[in-house]
């Protein structure tokens, strides 16, 4: 392939992701530093209570609401809208690895559509930045060529989402200089009359 055809492969890829929400930045993802909450315990009392969290603030295309429960047989179950508005449901893989002194916490999900929540060729893995039983701050980053594609989002248990502030939430990422944290747009919550998988 020549420098030509590269940059314009490039150039049409960064275009593309601009359109759905991924901004292109010159630049390398690197080693992002992840939460030393995000444990094993932490982990099994997520999956063990299979927490259901919705998306309030993200920095990918706004759209519509987002709602991701995770279980503890590895499985999760994603549910968001298209752009009709009609529900999109997705059930797939998530692996959960916790925060050690060599390795990042990161959370990893599989068949995802393209693009969605970052998602590279169907599978996404986020650096888990805050880690709360009742929140969790997710960062996506990859490279094609120079340029890299990040997205952020903020999670939190639905029980809890109609008492939290998103404009507080995003105010207190800032100052902790998360990045992409002044680039976070709220998102509809209450956008499905009911959320629930069967298994």
Do not use: W
Request: positive net charge; glycine residues 8%.
């Amino acid at each position: 392939m020549t420098r030509q055809s590269l940059f314009v492969c490039v150039l049409g890829m960064g275009l593309l992701m601009g359109a759905v929400g991924q901004t292109p930045e010159l630049g390398f993802c690197g080693v992002y530093e992840t939460s030393g909450n995000f444990s094993a315990e932490l982990i099994a009392q997520i999956e063990n209570s299979e927490a259901r969290f919705s998306f309030i603030l993200s920095s990918g295309s706004s759209g519509g609401c987002k709602k991701l429960q995770l279980y503890s047989t590895g499985i999760y179950f994603y549910q968001t809208t298209d752009t009709l508005g009609n529900p999109l449901n997705v059930s797939s893989t998530v692996t959960m690895k916790p925060h050690s002194s060599s390795s990042p916490a990161t959370i990893a999900l599989s068949g995802l559509p393209f693009t969605e929540l970052g998602a590279l060729l169907g599978s996404v893995t986020f650096n888990v930045l805050v880690a709360e039983k009742e929140k969790l701050v997710l960062l996506s980053c990859y490279n094609v060529g120079l340029i890299r594609f990040r997205q952020l989002h903020v999670l939190v248990a639905e029980e809890v989402s109609s008492s939290l502030s998103p404009h507080a939430v995003q105010t207190e990422l800032i100052s902790m200089k998360v990045p992409l944290a002044s680039s976070l747009k709220q998102l509809p919550r209450s956008c499905f009359s009911s959320f629930s998988k069967s298994k």
